[in-house]
């Protein structure tokens, strides 16, 4: 898309710093990082959403997620990394563009997710979980 600046990343028509590139997949610096470190995770073809990224795309971007979080730890000596993956506005995803987010975890980074913990009524979970499986196409 021409106005994606993710896609203008991967033609090279906005500088980046690159962790990793292959036919698949593009990581690079996030430019306004959580912790220092911070990589995105891209796949080079355009999708708005996960929902459209193939299997093999999307399992390329979680390997190397994975990947580029234990080297994270190793280099800058972080305890953990988070790999977050927002899909949708309202999920906070603001480049609309999929995009897998690793960031480099310390014990006392003081970032919080703020989780909130629901409960489900008796019953109300497994009534839930089916009208998922109703919809779920795989």
């Not at 996960?50 to 979680?62: K, L, P, Q």
């Not at 305890?79 to 603001?94: E, I, P, R, S, Y």
Request: aromatic share 8%.
């Amino acid at each position: 898309m021409s106005d994606c600046i993710f896609c203008k990343i991967v033609e090279g028509e906005i500088p980046s710093v690159k962790i990793y590139e292959d036919d698949l997949v593009l990581a690079f610096m996030d430019i306004s990082p959580i912790n220092k470190g911070h990589i995105l995770v891209i796949p080079k073809e355009h999708h708005p959403a996960s929902s459209t990224i193939s299997e093999a795309t999307a399992g390329r971007m979680f390997h190397i997620g994975s990947k580029t979080g234990v080297a994270l730890r190793r280099a800058l000596d972080y305890d953990g990394f988070n790999l977050h993956l927002a899909d949708g506005a309202c999920a906070g995803q603001v480049v609309m563009h999929a995009h897998l987010h690793v960031v480099p975890r310390g014990v006392e980074d003081g970032f919080h997710w703020n989780w909130r913990h629901l409960k489900y009524a008796d019953g109300e979970a497994a009534e839930t979980a089916e009208k998922i499986i109703a919809k779920l196409k795989i």
